[in-house]
């Protein structure tokens, strides 16, 4: 078997009764008797991956750092394996934070957690291009002229080159306590995930419970639905770029006046709130004639009259509360680094693994879960 300190080789004794067949007590207490790749090796093949472009990379970090040698193609089985094995315990509710909603305080003396809920695009590869390949890899070993084993079968691909994924993630003020979940499915399989990951943390106990978001309407569904939160935001920064459209529909891109009026909207919104900002949306639309200059208000309009409930800053900021989802988007981008770039193509399943890894990670669980529960089996 490869450990970390290398390569051993394991004698144990085997018995064996006619009528009772063959045991061998020591696997009992090693629990290796059908690994040949060690718990160890295993974490610090994912971790490596973690941060590594591809497979190949990876495995050659691993021999560097460690002078363990494995093939990109065992690291790769490796590697998902473990994936999917954590992707399984979160699902299950069998891998979960540490912490409560009741430890989240703040510096006014309360408890507060925020959540966050976005899409993500993953790259896939379909089933047409696996269809392709397959029929390269059949003209080859034709050429090749010699008996081959037959080709293992052929695992459906996508229908579409990318998929959104869901992910969900609870917070404190300061980031100290953090959870991080992601899946492949629907919104509603999100919000199931948002209910357990809820559950997890012990959300309702929580005197301030917030919803940050990028205002899609199956995002407020889910944290509507479930009862997750007390209040729901619209991040500003998404409003933000609507109002910048919006301005340059009106005024052009380098107009002065046009930066002007984008700043008093944007402190109106923050510190007046909805109704003045409406107001002075509509008094600027009344002196245009343009056609298109008066469309492009209209969207702004029709965003904010749909989110109108969710734009509420001023009660926010008095209650010291965040305003804007940034940490739900960096936290997109961190969880889904390793499966997108360049080339990248990945099964759906091995793709969801991979990014659960990184949610592992984000949410502080990797040591938790290579010491304390059963490793999973490649």
Not at 1 to 16: A, C, D, E, S
Not at 64 to 83: D, F, M, N, P, W
Not at 143 to 170: H, I, Q, V
Not at 221 to 245: P, R
Request: aromatic share 6%; net charge positive; charged share 30%.
């Amino acid at each position: 078997m490869v450990t970390i300190n290398g390569q051993l080789r394991l004698m144990r004794t085997r018995w064996h009764d006619r009528e009772l067949g063959s045991t061998t007590p020591t696997d009992v207490w090693l629990d290796e008797a059908e690994n040949t790749i060690s718990e160890g090796v295993r974490e610090m093949a994912c971790r490596l991956n973690q941060s590594a472009s591809s497979f190949a990379a990876a495995a050659n970090n691993l021999s560097r750092a460690a002078h363990i040698e494995l093939s990109k193609e065992t690291l790769r089985q490796v590697v998902e394996g473990e994936a999917k094995g954590v992707l399984k315990m979160m699902q299950r509710a069998e891998l979960g934070p540490t912490w409560s909603a009741s430890e989240c305080r703040t510096e006014q003396g309360t408890t507060r957690v925020y959540g966050g809920c976005d899409g993500v695009l993953v790259p896939l590869i379909t089933d047409a291009e696996k269809q392709r390949r397959r029929a390269k890899v059949k003209a080859k070993r034709r050429r090749c002229g010699r008996k081959r084993k037959p080709l293992p079968r052929l695992k459906p691909g996508a229908d579409t080159a990318y998929k959104e994924f869901k992910l969900g993630y609870l917070y404190d003020e300061t980031k100290e306590h953090r959870y991080v979940n992601v899946t492949a499915g629907d919104h509603e399989v999100a919000g199931r995930m948002l209910k357990r990951m809820s559950d997890q943390v012990d959300l309702p106990q929580a005197q301030e419970r917030v919803a940050l978001i990028d205002g899609a309407p199956w995002i407020r569904n889910q944290f509507e639905l479930h009862g997750l939160v007390d209040a729901i935001g619209l991040d500003f920064y998404h409003l933000q770029e609507h109002v910048q459209t919006a301005r340059k529909g009106v005024f052009g891109e380098a107009s002065e006046e046009g930066r002007n009026w984008l700043s008093e909207l944007l402190h109106t919104l923050k510190h007046e709130g909805y109704d003045s900002a409406w107001q002075r949306v509509t008094e600027l639309r009344r002196t245009l004639r343009s056609a298109a200059k008066r469309k492009a208000l209209d969207e702004l309009l029709q965003f904010m009259a749909v989110r109108r409930d969710m734009i509420r800053y001023p009660e926010f900021q008095r209650n010291s509360w965040q305003i804007g989802s940034g940490p739900t988007e960096s936290e997109c981008k961190t969880t889904t680094h390793r499966v997108k770039g360049r080339g990248r193509r990945w099964n759906g399943d091995n793709a969801e693994g991979l990014a659960s890894l990184a949610a592992l990670h984000d949410s502080g669980l990797w040591h938790r879960r290579w010491t304390t529960l059963e490793p999973s089996r490649n």
